[in-house]
């Protein structure tokens, strides 16, 4: 592997700066300029927005002013609470205010300085009320999000008395995003300019959810089907494999566990070896593999959300990097929230794209709804019939090493990830708690009956474990179980 392009990668990553390519292959100078995905978290279509200035209100006419000069409407959770609102008084700045007992676990997903939905959907929350809310005709229309203010609220406080750094995504069968928490956060009625804060963005308090970092063994996922898919169901697995002056482990390589052996597939993909799908990928070849991720999974272009657009990366220069493309390393990257897409996938067979918009409304009447939200259950891709069972078995087969108590009316699918990253190791849990009446086709006006009916596809991400005394994913189960207590029980 050449050491010295790598260490360009991990120092341009890490400053949060670079423009990875999707699906690129070599490169004159082994970085690609097209595209600024890492430096764009909440920009439509990928490229970075300008905050709106707030303009102060300007005196009545007989008319509905144009929606540039609203003042910014409301913004409701999934249920009808109150998450956002502007205050303004006569000569002074108008202010975007956060409710209280929402501000912090909202922070970072909502604000301007984070460059959250105030700002991706500051348009429609300007566009004229079909009422006009005060005398001056100041304030927009509202809009409500598919993110339930208790869940959200819940799994913050949670990740907060565990101190667990990183993020936790739920998604509904639908598309729609339930929660989106990164801990920490921060107090945005505390901060005093509202303007777009880089060091928020993207510090210690960004949006984990919707930042790009490698996904270790939760791509195996991915990996399982294409093996599938070109028939290799079994390979020999040494527990180490030497190469070209270095080597790939498999996590228990040196625990004495059987090795060397004739591995399967199902085998491979439930005790997470290495070495079957980096010899696998080898195999099939970097063509092949590419075309199949972009193909079953989308993962080489980008999936444009309401949101903003999910840019995933994945580059092969050399033999090597294709052999770790297999478990999630080398140069792949992607967000938490396109785990939780990948996760629907598994277990239902289609990607749907997430969304966060469920409609505007009246601000004068938050009951009133005046316009549709983003498309649900809108498919992006698929896992072809014939490979989706061998997959869900592995799934099961991962849960059953987990130490985790599944709710009466549920099954878990599951796979963990260990991920080396450029900042420290990262685990993640990627799972689809399933309804057992739910066949992944339910559309739904609101969420108050999803409970009964529904499931939940919940991605766990712990950017600290050695801090919980964590070395791999599957370490990590009684906190899942945690996470899945809370999203079941609401």
């Given at each position: 592997?050449d050491?010295?392009?790598?260490?360009?990668?991990?120092?341009?990553?890490?400053?949060?700066?670079?423009?990875?390519?999707?699906c690129?292959?070599?490169?004159s100078?082994?970085?690609?300029?097209?595209l600024?995905?890492?430096?764009a978290?909440?920009?439509?279509?990928?490229?970075?927005t300008?905050?709106?200035?707030t303009?102060?209100?300007?005196?009545?006419?007989?008319?509905?002013?144009?929606?540039?000069?609203?003042?910014?409407?409301?913004?409701?959770?999934?249920?009808g609470?109150?998450?956002?609102?502007?205050?303004?008084?006569e000569?002074?700045?108008?202010?975007?205010?956060?409710?209280?007992?929402?501000?912090?676990p909202?922070?970072?997903?909502?604000?301007?300085?984070?460059?959250?939905?105030?700002?991706?959907?500051?348009?429609?929350?300007?566009?004229?009320?079909?009422?006009?809310c005060?005398?001056?005709?100041?304030?927009?229309?509202?809009?409500?999000?598919?993110?339930?203010?208790?869940?959200?609220?819940?799994?913050?406080?949670?990740?907060?008395?565990?101190?667990?750094?990183?993020?936790?995504?739920?998604?509904?069968?639908?598309?729609?995003?339930?929660?989106?928490?990164?801990?920490?956060?921060y107090?945005?009625?505390a901060?005093?300019?509202?303007?777009?804060?880089?060091?928020?963005?993207?510090?210690?308090?960004?949006?984990?959810a919707?930042q790009?970092?490698?996904?270790?063994?939760?791509?195996?996922?991915?990996?399982?089907?294409?093996?599938?898919?070109?028939?290799?169901?079994?390979?020999?697995?040494?527990?180490?494999?030497?190469?070209?002056?270095?080597?790939?482990?498999?996590?228990?390589?040196d625990?004495?566990?059987?090795?060397?052996?004739?591995?399967?597939?199902q085998?491979?993909?439930?005790n997470?070896?290495?070495?079957?799908?980096?010899?696998?990928?080898?195999?099939?070849?970097?063509?092949?593999?590419?075309?199949?991720?972009?193909?079953?999974?989308?993962?080489?272009?980008?999936?444009?959300?309401?949101?903003?657009?999910?840019?995933?990366?994945?580059?092969?220069?050399?033999?090597?990097?294709?052999?770790?493309?297999?478990?999630?390393?080398?140069?792949?990257?992607?967000?938490?929230?396109?785990?939780?897409a990948?996760?629907?996938?598994?277990?239902?067979?289609?990607?749907?794209?997430?969304?966060?918009?469920?409609?505007?409304?009246?601000?004068?009447?938050?009951?009133?709804?005046?316009?549709?939200?983003?498309?649900?259950?809108d498919?992006?891709?698929?896992?072809?019939?014939?490979?989706?069972?061998?997959?869900?078995?592995?799934?099961?087969?991962?849960?059953?090493?987990?130490?985790v108590?599944?709710?009466?009316?549920?099954?878990?699918?599951?796979?963990?990830?260990?991920?080396?990253?450029?900042?420290?190791?990262?685990?993640?849990?990627?799972?689809?708690?399933?309804?057992?009446?739910?066949?992944?086709?339910g559309?739904?006006?609101?969420?108050?009956?999803?409970?009964?009916?529904?499931?939940?596809?919940?991605?766990?991400?712990?950017?600290?474990?050695?801090?919980?005394?964590?070395?791999?994913?599957?370490?990590?189960?009684?906190?899942?179980?945690?996470?899945?207590?809370?999203?079941?029980?609401?």
């Amino acid at each position: 592997m050449d050491i010295f392009r790598r260490h360009i990668s991990l120092l341009a990553a890490a400053a949060l700066t670079a423009a990875f390519s999707s699906c690129a292959t070599t490169v004159s100078d082994g970085v690609d300029h097209n595209l600024s995905a890492a430096t764009a978290t909440y920009a439509a279509k990928g490229e970075k927005t300008t905050p709106p200035t707030t303009e102060a209100p300007t005196e009545a006419t007989t008319e509905h002013k144009k929606s540039a000069e609203h003042l910014r409407g409301n913004i409701y959770d999934c249920k009808g609470r109150l998450l956002m609102t502007t205050k303004y008084e006569e000569g002074e700045t108008p202010r975007r205010i956060s409710a209280d007992e929402y501000a912090v676990p909202f922070a970072n997903i909502l604000t301007d300085m984070s460059e959250g939905y105030d700002t991706v959907f500051s348009e429609q929350l300007r566009e004229d009320n079909p009422t006009p809310c005060d005398k001056d005709d100041t304030i927009g229309q509202s809009i409500q999000l598919t993110i339930d203010g208790e869940v959200q609220k819940a799994i913050y406080n949670y990740m907060q008395s565990m101190n667990i750094v990183g993020s936790v995504v739920v998604m509904r069968t639908d598309g729609s995003l339930m929660s989106q928490v990164s801990y920490p956060s921060y107090d945005p009625n505390a901060v005093a300019d509202q303007s777009y804060d880089e060091k928020l963005a993207w510090g210690d308090c960004g949006n984990k959810a919707f930042q790009n970092c490698e996904p270790g063994s939760c791509f195996k996922i991915m990996s399982e089907v294409i093996a599938d898919k070109h028939g290799v169901y079994s390979l020999y697995d040494e527990g180490e494999w030497s190469f070209d002056g270095t080597s790939i482990v498999n996590w228990d390589h040196d625990t004495g566990y059987g090795y060397p052996m004739e591995r399967s597939l199902q085998s491979a993909f439930i005790n997470s070896s290495n070495i079957f799908f980096a010899k696998a990928f080898d195999q099939i070849g970097k063509e092949a593999v590419l075309a199949d991720l972009e193909e079953m999974f989308k993962f080489c272009s980008g999936i444009e959300c309401d949101f903003g657009t999910m840019n995933n990366n994945v580059e092969i220069y050399c033999d090597d990097d294709l052999r770790r493309t297999a478990f999630g390393q080398s140069y792949v990257l992607t967000c938490p929230i396109y785990l939780a897409a990948l996760g629907r996938e598994a277990v239902f067979g289609d990607m749907v794209r997430p969304f966060v918009l469920k409609c505007t409304v009246d601000t004068t009447d938050p009951a009133s709804v005046t316009g549709s939200g983003s498309k649900p259950l809108d498919v992006v891709a698929s896992i072809p019939q014939e490979y989706r069972k061998g997959l869900l078995d592995g799934m099961l087969g991962v849960v059953d090493h987990l130490s985790v108590s599944v709710p009466a009316g549920y099954t878990l699918y599951a796979k963990t990830g260990t991920a080396e990253t450029w900042k420290d190791d990262f685990l993640y849990i990627t799972g689809c708690l399933k309804n057992d009446s739910d066949d992944g086709n339910g559309s739904y006006i609101d969420y108050s009956s999803y409970g009964g009916k529904g499931s939940y596809i919940i991605v766990m991400q712990i950017q600290n474990p050695a801090a919980h005394g964590f070395s791999f994913a599957s370490e990590s189960a009684w906190y899942y179980q945690g996470i899945m207590d809370i999203v079941a029980g609401k």
